[in-house]
């Protein structure tokens, strides 16, 4: 392509709006344009990375022999009704209704879809295990999009989805998917990691993310040092303290706290640490309230009581009127002790002793509270958010936090689907069994500013090999001066029928502006084509890193040159 031709309008200022420099980059090198919130245009140089990110996620998916379909992205409120989550998905659905008053989705995801398609004619075990995929778009209306296409409403992404007649042919499959997106992340260049993570209102019983590292990340993740443990903080385990109780256990004492709100203030008051108070949050759940207690110095993290409980949702009650309806005091003096509902209290407190929790009356609490004897409806479970540095639960080793981008998913789905739409398959036995459904997705928009977050300088993008847009760019300087335009041409026309994708810069611009915009847009190798350098029997070379090369052009044969030409290209760039 000649850039004379080619549509690429680059920015020289920073739009005020971008804060990543994904994002900052995207839109200076020209790759997109915004629309409006969460929706945008790629331009023709964002578009040829996005194909070329999307044709290494379709020969891997092929590879692992998924069989590639198209599903509709307008679906119908019955297949939702028909699994129950046309109202659980909430408002990120775009809804909308046809001149009949018919209602439908843009699909946010396609597990309704594609079962409804198998349905009718997957029959028979003989014809499991089945994996379809699509590469297709999704949309979503987050409440608020940001970071450019990083978090959009409109988005693309493969998602693939396995039938099957048994748990064991579910986990070869999901094995299989796994080394799927290992071979597809290594190709792009990433570097990557696979954590534990929750299944959400996807449902079933186990998923993975698939986790880009990178400093402005918008995820956080938990890591251990050692054996290389890896969760999203959402559910991420942690071993608990030992069991160092040796203190005797006192009466427990109602004491006066006025006006005492916090665990900041109650502690200073009562003039102990604030780790030896217990916080209690009541929630609002599917099967009803329930108190979830951590201690003074933690948070609760909301999905680990959710994911215990297997509800959609739980939502803390926040109003003050409510929570003393429930238990006759307002936030700041509320504790479990006599509270008849279910208590969940994080496992990390379970060895306290002698501890201090709200009295349920404004203005006191009660000292001396102690497992069993105060508080007898309670269970453990791993409830509060993990500290950085807290021990890992598979070694003892150090957990630490990183930032990341997701850019993919697996998921177990089992049958949650496939029950509730009556899909089954017919068993050895003649019996009718719903089917065992995986589901992978992979979000293919997200991965072009993934990349660029791990690849670029103060310059502009540093594109991996497999991603770049173009193999190569060659510069043409004093592009009016016969000679070099000749030349330019001439090497341009000869790699392109050898199977390189080149970017010919012949515009009449100045030499800093060319280099500045090959840099820009993140070109693996430039090829300048000077006059000076000709007069020298020269052409120069520079990679994206800055390592410089001249190359001899003795000959005038304009093939003998574009053959050693090729020689570098070869280890610097790949056929497009």
Avoid at 26 to 31: E, T
Avoid at 139 to 163: C, W
Avoid at 219 to 233: F, M, Q, R, W
Wanted: some cysteine; overall charge negative.
């Amino acid at each position: 392509m000649k850039l004379s031709e080619y549509y690429l309008p680059t920015l020289k200022e920073t739009p005020a709006d971008a804060e990543l420099e994904s994002h900052k980059l995207m839109l200076k090198a020209g790759l997109i344009r915004k629309v409006t919130a969460g929706i945008y245009s790629y331009l023709p140089l964002g578009f040829k990375v996005l194909k070329n990110i999307e044709d290494i996620v379709r020969q891997e998916m092929n590879r692992a022999g998924a069989q590639e379909i198209k599903l509709p992205i307008v679906q119908p409120a019955e297949l939702w009704r028909e699994s129950g989550r046309w109202d659980d998905f909430g408002p990120e659905m775009f809804k909308l209704a046809d001149r009949k008053d018919q209602e439908f989705a843009l699909g946010p995801t396609h597990e309704e879809i594609i079962t409804d398609l198998v349905r009718n004619e997957l029959n028979s075990y003989k014809d499991l295990p089945l994996v379809l995929y699509q590469i297709n778009d999704k949309f979503r209306d987050e409440i608020r999009p940001r970071h450019g296409v990083m978090r959009s409403r409109e988005f693309l992404m493969k998602d693939a989805y396995s039938f099957h007649e048994s748990q064991s042919s579910l986990d070869e499959t999901y094995q299989d998917m796994y080394d799927a997106y290992a071979r597809t992340f290594d190709r792009l260049g990433l570097d990557w990691v696979a954590v534990d993570a929750p299944t959400g209102l996807m449902g079933g019983s186990y998923s993975q993310e698939f986790m880009a590292l990178a400093d402005e990340g918008g995820e956080e993740i938990v890591l251990c040092d050692s054996c290389g443990y890896a969760s999203n903080v959402e559910i991420a385990e942690y071993e608990t303290s030992p069991d160092d109780t040796s203190t005797a256990r006192k009466e427990m004492d109602k004491v006066a706290t006025p006006n005492k709100e916090t665990v900041e203030a109650v502690a200073e008051y009562l003039e102990v640490p604030e780790e030896k108070i217990v916080k209690t949050f009541i929630y609002r759940t599917d099967d009803g309230l329930v108190a979830a207690l951590v201690g003074g110095d933690d948070d609760i993290e909301e999905m680990k009581l959710i994911n215990h409980l297997g509800t959609k949702k739980a939502e803390m009650v926040s109003s003050e009127a409510e929570i003393k309806e429930i238990t006759g005091a307002n936030f700041g003096s509320i504790g479990p002790v006599g509270l008849d509902i279910p208590v969940y209290a994080d496992k990390d407190i379970k060895t306290m002793d002698n501890f201090i929790v709200g009295a349920n009356e404004n203005g006191y609490h009660f000292k001396n509270v102690n497992w069993g004897r105060d508080i007898n409806n309670m269970e453990f479970i791993n409830l509060r958010k993990v500290h950085s540095g807290d021990s890992c639960p598979k070694c003892g080793g150090d957990l630490e936090f990183h930032r990341s981008i997701e850019v993919g998913q697996l998921f177990q789905l089992g049958a949650k689907y496939s029950k509730s739409l009556e899909g089954q398959y017919q068993d050895r036995d003649g019996e009718l069994n719903p089917y065992i459904m995986g589901c992978y997705g992979i979000g293919i928009s997200r991965l072009v500013p993934a990349v660029i977050q791990q690849n670029y300088d103060e310059s502009g993008i540093r594109w991996t090999e497999s991603v770049s847009p173009f193999s190569a760019g060659i510069i043409v300087l004093n592009s009016n001066e016969g000679r070099t335009e000749e030349m330019g041409e001439s090497l341009y026309d000869s790699l392109q029928k050898r199977g390189y994708d080149i970017l010919l810069d012949d515009r009449e611009e100045s030499p800093g502006a060319k280099f500045n915009d090959s840099d820009l847009i993140g070109l693996p190798l430039k090829v300048i084509v000077g006059p000076r350098g000709l007069e020298s029997g020269v052409i120069e070379l520079e990679t994206r890193d800055g390592d410089q090369e001249e190359l001899k052009v003795e000959e005038k044969n304009t093939e003998a040159i574009a053959n050693k030409l090729e020689e570098k290209l070869a280890d610097t760039v790949e056929l497009r």
